[in-house]
């Protein structure tokens, strides 16, 4: 059987998960997997938090903590974040030692193989201190879509920004300090040198990838690619295993593979398997598919600078699907643990029901651009398109089982037929080629409202009671609770082939969490 492995890139490890999180790359994998699972396919969910970036530096100076405490304790954060709102990771990714030793083991087979050259690179510098200042650590001009922000992953135009290449730049260590410009010799990944390859496997992508990110790889492609530093003259981070840049860190975001990679096999290893090692599932002649879920923001590590240490080693599978996400706000701001102007998925799960928090956040999920959390328009969305037309249905089918005396009903051709279609549906909004929350939740609320508005009689209550139970089979995907209640069993089936169904009662959803 083909194997899926279904991978959210984790978080910073600086603070817990807020809906924006939850409403991109999260849900998404989690409702991914689930619909492969219940689908009949193997599939393996890997996630995790990230431990090594330097705004774990920056935000626990900000908040008067030691950085390993801040990681550690934001790590257990997202776990019970995740739990909380029903994402179900296979593996989840944490700082240790063997996390360590295989990044560095995959970066030692990137440099035997000939993907690194010594280089010298610019970067900002204080004499003061004697600090070279690289991501978190700086801010400026982006100086391609000209937004003021940190060097690395640019959030306006998701450009990769070197701290030498921005304008202005300014200390966000001590914004006082004095910023010049000197070079550091550093081992980079000469992005230019896989130009013909990138360009043929995304020319291979284009169908299936989402404007925006079809966007930055054409403008990336238009230009001479950039040396992109793989190790970087700070402290902070996993020490570098080469003795050209002795005293240099394996830079954060150049750790994507051997994270991706490290995640897969944990959920393999979760799943009772043991891979021969942390590269074992990722090797071309496995067979497996990689599809990836992240914020736009991150296109250009997960899908030009991981690509390419792929290509650089060869004989491993690449990326078959980036399925990306714009920003989720809140009430029509961006979330910002710094300002208060947060709302954690545990906060609201302790609120309301984990089902109408999935339903509603793909209902007004990021697919495609920049969307709205309100809690006003969320109790109001969800009663009136979730709550209230499901438990009209519930009483129908109630009553059908009462009056069937809990004997089976027939099932018609035509019942078969529309449970085919309806699964049809929900499973083009699920497939990986083309998956979007927000047409699992359009086509979730529009067959909830056909049963609703179905007058059953007692000639057609078995056909009811049938396209009932397909549609729950369908939704389970989001509605985990409800259909952990009220089926025996989650699979969905290709084709529906039941002549009859004995009707049961269904459970009632509420709008309070009990």
Not at 173 to 187: K, S
Not at 497 to 502: D, F, G, L, M, R
Request: charged share 25%; net charge negative.
């Amino acid at each position: 059987m083909e194997r899926t492995m279904v991978i959210a890139p984790g978080p910073t490890a600086n603070g817990d998960l807020h809906l924006g999180h939850l409403a991109g790359p999260f849900l998404s994998a989690d409702v991914c997997a689930r619909y492969a699972r219940a689908a009949g396919r193997d599939v393996l969910f890997g996630t995790g938090v990230h431990f090594t970036q330097n705004y774990i530096v920056t935000t626990a100076r900000r908040l008067g903590v030691p950085p390993e405490e801040l990681r550690v304790r934001s790590g257990e954060q997202v776990e019970r974040t995740l739990k909380a709102v029903g994402i179900e990771p296979d593996g989840f990714v944490p700082f240790d030692e063997r996390y360590v030793t295989g990044v560095r083991r995959f970066f030692e087979r990137l440099h035997a193989a000939g993907g690194l050259v010594l280089r010298s690179v610019p970067f900002p510098y204080v004499a003061r201190t004697g600090e070279f200042l690289t991501d978190a650590y700086v801010r400026g001009t982006c100086p391609v879509c000209l937004s003021e922000g940190c060097a690395g992953l640019c959030e306006g135009c998701g450009h990769w920004i070197g701290s030498g290449e921005l304008i202005a730049p300014c200390s966000t260590l001590d914004p006082d300090d004095e910023v010049e410009i000197r070079e550091a010799r550093v081992l980079v990944l000469p992005l230019e040198d896989h130009r013909e390859a990138l360009t043929a496997y995304f020319a291979g992508l284009a169908p299936t990838m989402r404007p925006r990110l079809a966007r930055l790889i054409e403008e990336l492609l238009a230009h001479p690619l950039p040396d992109y530093p793989v190790t970087l003259p700070i402290s902070w981070g996993i020490p570098a295993p080469f003795p050209e840049v002795e005293g240099q860190v394996i830079y954060a975001d150049a750790e994507v593979v051997a994270w991706s990679m490290h995640s897969s096999a944990l959920a393999a290893e979760r799943r009772g398997e043991a891979p021969a090692g942390e590269d074992a599932l990722w090797f071309a002649e496995s067979g497996a598919k990689v599809v990836y879920f992240f914020g736009s923001d991150a296109g250009f590590a997960f899908g030009v600078v991981g690509v390419a240490m792929l290509m650089a080693l060869g004989g491993y599978t690449l990326p078959e699907h980036f399925v990306t996400n714009e920003f989720y706000e809140l009430d029509n701001d961006k979330f910002s643990s710094s300002r208060g102007h947060v709302v954690t998925g545990r906060e609201l799960a302790a609120e309301v029901p984990r089902d109408l928090i999935r339903f509603y956040l793909a209902a007004t999920g990021p697919d495609f651009q920049r969307t709205n959390f309100t809690r006003g328009a969320m109790s109001q969305v969800t009663a009136s398109r979730l709550v209230e037309p499901w438990n009209r249905v519930a009483d129908k089918a109630a009553r059908a089982a009462q009056e069937s005396g809990g004997g089976p009903l027939p099932v018609s051709a035509r019942s078969r037929e529309a449970a085919a279609r309806m699964a049809e549906r929900f499973g083009s909004a699920y497939d990986a080629r083309r998956f979007s929350l927000t047409a699992a939740a359009f086509t979730l609320t529009e067959q909830l409202g056909r049963l609703d508005r179905w007058e059953v009689t007692a000639a057609d209550a078995g056909d009811f009671c049938h396209e009932v139970d397909v549609f729950l089979r369908c939704a389970a995907p989001l509605l985990i609770d409800l259909a952990d209640e009220a089926l025996p069993d989650l699979t969905i089936p290709a084709a529906s082939p039941a002549t009859e169904v004995t009707p049961r009662v269904l459970p009632r959803l509420t709008e309070t969490a009990q």
